[in-house]
């Protein structure tokens, strides 16, 4: 899932402390904390809303940098190394989707639908639905038409079909105006349809870190913890304010909002890029804490970081289908 088009402009970077406004709600936001790295741009700030709890990325990217960005990312290596995480969300997604949807013959689009691990997995479980994707990326695109699936590209809002079922997984963190795509997904769903989201969502642990980024002994740890949850790829950590209300706006009713256990990558890998690259642990020390997330995080489950919902079209009084102004 790449090239999901421009970061939305906040200003220039600003610094630690900095009055702006929430690209959520437009409430009251103050810029939590910055930093100096390798990419481009260089100096990256990152906002908390004091109304809906949203945090996101503050600085500005201009569509050019988010391109080379996007242009950097070594696709096949990159879905390789998650392809059994995507597995797994594609079994989950079928396993709830079946508890919804009673029939075979429905339509779907999956919005982002990468290499097509979803697609196969709605195939496989439905043969006689109508399946089809839509990807922002030329490569990610043509693997699945090589797999003999429909997939379109370029602008969600050109898409001349309605469908019954829409998904976006983990699609909601990367685009610049997520009401904005929410409202073309509802215009785009059937009288009846559904939408199904998966996006990265505010946790106990980030509140946590959040708090501890006042505490000089610990704020180089807080920091990374944040930016391993936030980059110019995820544009936001949503809170469930923050997304129930995007959802609301766009003119859906939240049928259903779960939080669930979800990494990308093996724990230890986790470790060894921000605990060893970023922090310069020892190795000793990445192995320790590898660990001790391992049991924290997997085991025990302690980490709620993926939100999961189920939303409908709300329906206006007339029995049409209207956008919550």
Known sequence: MLGFGRVKVLG???????????PGCNGPSIVVFSEHGDTDPPDLA???CKQCGLVFLATKVSEEQLKSAYAAVDSDAYYAAIDSTLGEKSSRAVADLSAIVDRDGFSLLDVGCGYGHFLRATRSHWPGARVVGHEFDDACAEACRAASFQVTTGDLAAVDELFDVITLLDV?????????????????????????????????????????????????????WLRSRLSIFHLRLWSDVALTRALNVSGFDVESFSREFELSWPIDLYAQNYLGRRLHFPAFAVRVSGGL??????????????????????????????VAR
């Open 12 to 22: 220039a970077t600003p610094g630690q402390g900095t009055q702006l406004r929430c």
């Open 172 to 224: 909601a963190e990367h685009v610049d105006d997520p009401v904005q795509v929410f409202t073309t997904v509802r215009r785009l769903l059937r009288p009846g349809g559904l939408m199904y989201v998966h996006t990265p969502c505010r946790c106990g642990w980030d509140s946590l870190f959040l708090v501890l980024l006042h505490c000089p002994g610990i704020r180089r740890i807080s920091q990374t």
């Open 293 to 322: 997330a391992r049991f924290v995080f997997v085991d025990l489950r302690l980490l709620r970081n993926k939100a999961i919902v189920v939303a409908r079209p709300r329906p206006s009084l007339n029995g049409s289908r209207e």
């Open 46 to 48: 990152f906002g908390l």
